[in-house]
């Protein structure tokens, strides 16, 4: 069951906040975040492991609610470097990583 | 030192034809992944490898065959090469199933 992730594209200018979505019908074990930037490979940010469990990266920090099948990125005073497309990836217990859709960020100078 | 590393990175091949894309990990990683990444950008796992073992057999066409001769190597085999098998096809690596995965630079297969 592959997760929904929203928005499907966002275009922010330099220094201003983001939030992208990732929600699931089926109770998860597990949220995976990475960025691909165009051209190249996905690239690790975080993992969520535990139900209300929040993470962070640099300035981009994450948030899971188990009970609600929830995960949501946060990129706060976002850089240029952040612009890319970034996939939610959900884990039910004992299954494989499934995939959103990805969200496209750009981000304007 | 490259971590995840996959050849060829272009792959142009014929309708029918069969090729091979090879991907090699230098990070003692126990587990490696095929993904197939579509021109939508869709990110679908293929297969997945721990120790050797086959754990994540998705529903691909069985001409698509992975082999992993040891822990540190994942090849994917394509047979009757289709039209609809043009995409990016990128390997991972993790320390073991649900860890960070390490994606490699990705091969480009084009079907003509």
């Known amino acids: 069951q592959q997760p929904v992730q929203s928005p499907q594209a966002v275009i922010l200018r330099e220094g201003e906040d983001a939030v992208i979505n990732c929600s699931s019908s089926k109770a998860l074990y597990s949220v995976h975040w990475y960025r691909q930037k165009h051209g190249e490979a996905p690239v690790f940010l975080m993992i969520l492991l535990k139900g209300g469990e929040q993470k962070g990266h640099e300035k981009i920090s994450a948030s899971f609610n188990e009970k609600k099948q929830q995960s949501s990125l946060y990129l706060t005073a976002s850089q240029l470097s952040y612009s890319g497309t970034y996939f939610c990836?959900?884990?039910?217990?004992?299954?494989?990583?499934?995939f959103g859709k990805g969200t496209r960020l750009h981000i304007l100078p | 030192d490259t971590a995840v590393s996959q050849t060829p990175k272009y792959l142009v091949t014929q309708m029918g034809n069969d090729k091979s894309i090879k991907c090699e990990q230098n990070l003692g990683h126990d587990t490696m992944y095929w993904y197939k990444q579509d021109s939508k950008k869709f990110l679908k796992i293929m297969f997945s490898y721990n120790n050797k073992e086959l754990i994540i057999n998705e529903t691909v066409p069985n001409r698509f065959s992975p082999k992993s001769p040891d822990k540190a190597h994942l090849n994917l085999h394509i047979n009757s090469l289709e039209l609809g098998d043009s995409a990016v096809y990128f390997c991972?690596?993790?320390?073991?199933?649900?860890?960070?995965?390490?994606f490699g630079p990705g091969t480009r297969l084009t079907v003509l």
């Open positions: 991972a690596s993790s320390q073991r199933l649900r860890s960070e995965q390490f």
């Open positions: 990836g959900t884990e039910r217990r004992d299954d494989k990583i499934i």
